[in-house]
């Protein structure tokens, strides 16, 4: 027997998920999971904690080819869904980065978001610091989970979104993979 069927025996993946706390949101996660070739094997529903974004954490074990892994992630991403984790490999890698300026009054909420969009990243931790009250100068550390290779990747996105609204970025230390 040939190692060809490797890529389509079904392998068991974790993937962490954050959800809004609405009524359809954990069904409306399922769905792509199921329409993209995963076969689910259990769903870990955390209502009673939330994540840093206020959203709850949901951990949910799949099993597919490897084939159709890729297809699950994007399938979830397309549908809305914050991707936390989606197995080892796929976020293989964290960057941190601060950001300061008026993080508070540039909205927050819309900084991180376009983060994750524009960098193909997810957001795992956001400490917040605003000694003078929200009007004033505050601070955000990002941790951010990247693939792997792409933290270059991330850290230029981030500094995008920074430079749209006007606040600074102060980067790692270490040098990226795939920066310019």
């Known amino acids: 027997?040939?190692?060809?069927?490797?890529?389509?025996?079904?392998?068991?993946?974790?993937?962490?998920?954050?959800?809004v706390d609405e009524?359809?949101?954990?069904?409306?996660?399922?769905?792509?999971?199921?329409?993209?070739?995963?076969?689910?094997?259990?769903?870990?529903?955390e209502r009673?904690?939330?994540?840093?974004?206020?959203?709850?954490?949901?951990?949910?074990?799949?099993?597919?080819?490897?084939?159709?892994?890729?297809?699950?992630v994007s399938g979830l991403r397309e549908?809305?869904?914050?991707?936390?984790?989606a197995g080892a490999e796929r976020y293989?890698?964290?960057?941190t980065v601060l950001l300061v300026g008026d993080v508070i009054e540039s909205d927050l909420s819309d900084t991180l978001s376009s983060i994750e969009s524009k960098a193909d990243a997810s957001i795992s931790d956001v400490s917040l610091s605003a000694p003078g009250g929200t009007s004033d100068v505050s601070s955000?550390?990002?941790?951010?989970?990247?693939?792997t290779g792409s933290t270059g990747a991330v850290v230029g996105a981030v500094r995008e979104v920074a430079e749209?609204?006007?606040?600074?970025v102060v980067?790692?230390?270490?040098?990226?993979?795939g920066s310019a």
């Not at 009673?48 to 699950?72: K, N, W, Y």
């Not at 809305?80 to 984790?85: D, E, F, L, P, S």
């Not at 749209?164 to 600074?168: H, I, T, W």
């Open 1 to 19: 027997m040939s190692d060809d069927t490797s890529a389509t025996d079904p392998r068991a993946y974790t993937v962490r998920l954050e959800l």
């Open 23 to 45: 009524p359809g949101e954990l069904l409306g996660a399922l769905e792509p999971i199921a329409a993209n070739g995963g076969n689910l094997l259990s769903v870990f529903h």
């Open 48 to 72: 009673g904690s939330l994540t840093p974004r206020g959203h709850i954490p949901v951990e949910v074990d799949l099993e597919c080819p490897p084939d159709r892994f890729d297809a699950v």
């Open 79 to 85: 549908a809305g869904v914050n991707v936390i984790q």
């Open 92 to 95: 293989g890698e964290e960057v």
């Open 140 to 147: 955000a550390r990002l941790r951010l989970a990247a693939e």
């Open 164 to 168: 749209r609204k006007e606040l600074r």
């Open 171 to 177: 980067e790692p230390l270490a040098e990226l993979e």
